[in-house]
């Protein structure tokens, strides 16, 4: 069977219009503006603006490669202006490219496409965690990595850094910095005692496009360089606790610690001589002349102290 002339065209006059009726109808709907896809802390979400001049109900719908995969289906349907993807990262190391296309009824807009994102490289880093603890006239500083949600922070920038910003509340404007600091705790050292200071932290990890959204400012509050005045009166109570105490048991313990004291050797008849002769200084005997007290006594027995071969002690009267 052979086709004549006219009828050719009439089928491609007839192709030509089903083709404009097919665009009309996809293209009746302008598409989404400003695609683009973003990431905090490794996740990964396509954004896109309405199209211009759009009724509001409009649904649009997803996908997303990388350049190992062809593209998958994200949200459809979705009426938001974003869509998470992150379900569909392959690989955190991976480039990633958006598309989304807006639809209402029977109409749809034409698919439109991000820019490729390399997500360990372009993700941003949320705030860090920051604690304060006062110790004194010195602030300790605690850090706490912002949780990723693939993999972590550590082991996508492993030479990530801290730069601490503080400054007292009262003076806003005098900053003062420590830059390049790897471990997660610092002491400020130097601060006046009984002042307020505010601290902010920044993650700086060189491989990442830009540092880390600043923690939310922390205060704290020093105290002062020394104890409070009360920590000094309860060590000397308990010093004086101890020393009366030690007392108490001394003269509780009195005998064994004379027994313990006096040997049993024998003084020497001379130094025995010197020791019993009367003394001579007027004090001494003007003590004598006195009541004699208990202490007196025991003093005496002291002196005496000494004992005869059968161990009796040997008691000499005042
Ligand atoms: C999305 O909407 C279109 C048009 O209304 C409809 O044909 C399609 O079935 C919907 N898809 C889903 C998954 O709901
Ligand atoms: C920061 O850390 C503190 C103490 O561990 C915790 O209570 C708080 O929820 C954390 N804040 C954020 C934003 O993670
Ligand atoms: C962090 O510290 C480094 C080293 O001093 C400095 O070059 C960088 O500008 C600081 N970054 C920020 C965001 O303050």
């Known amino acids: 069977m052979l086709l004549t002339d006219n009828m050719w065209s009439c089928v491609c006059a007839l192709i030509l ?49 990388s350049t190992v995969s062809q593209f998958n289906p994200g949200c459809v349907n979705t009426s938001a202006l974003e869509c998470d993807l992150t379900s569909l990262v392959i690989s955190i190391y991976g480039r990633y490219t958006g598309r989304v296309k807006a639809r209402r009824g029977a109409q749809s807009s034409e698919w439109v496409l991000s820019e490729e994102f390399v997500l ?6 949320g705030p860090p965690n920051v604690s304060l603890h006062s110790n004194r006239a010195n602030l300790e500083v605690s850090i706490k990595d912002p949780v990723f949600v693939k993999s972590t922070l550590r082991e996508i920038f492993t030479s990530a850094t801290y730069n601490i910003t503080y ?10 910095h ?65 020393v009366v105490a030690l007392v108490v ?46 202490e007196f006594s025991d003093q005496i027995s002291v002196v005496m102290c000494s004992r005869s071969e059968d161990g009796s002690l040997q008691q000499t009267a005042g």
């Not at 360990?120 to 880093?125: G, L, N």
């Not at 400054?167 to 003062?176: A, D, P, S």
Request: glycine share 4%; hydrophobic share 40%.
């Open 178 to 242: 420590i830059n390049g600091l790897q471990q997660n705790r610092v002491v400020l050292h130097s601060l006046d005692p009984w002042t307020e200071y505010c601290v902010q932290v920044q993650v700086i990890a060189s491989a990442a496009q830009k540092p880390s959204m600043p923690s939310r400012v922390v205060c704290a509050s020093t105290t002062g360089e020394k104890e409070p005045p009360w920590v000094g009166a309860v060590v000397a109570f308990f010093v004086l606790a101890g």
């Open 17 to 65: 219009a089903f083709a404009a009726h097919c665009t009309v109808v996809s293209g009746v709907l302008s598409s989404p503006a400003n695609v683009q896809l973003t990431s905090t802390n490794m996740n990964l979400v396509l954004r896109w603006d309405p199209p211009a001049g759009a009724p509001g109900d409009l649904l649009y719908t997803t996908e997303l490669k």
């Open 120 to 125: 360990d490289k372009q993700t941003s880093i």
């Open 249 to 294: 048991l001394v003269v509780y313990y009195w005998r064994s610690f004379s027994h313990f004291l006096c040997p049993k050797y024998a003084i020497p008849d001379h130094f025995k001589k010197s020791l019993l002769a009367p003394p001579k200084s007027s004090m001494y005997l003007a003590m004598q002349t006195s009541q004699p007290v208990e």
């Open 167 to 176: 400054w007292k509340k009262e003076q806003k404007k005098e900053l003062k």
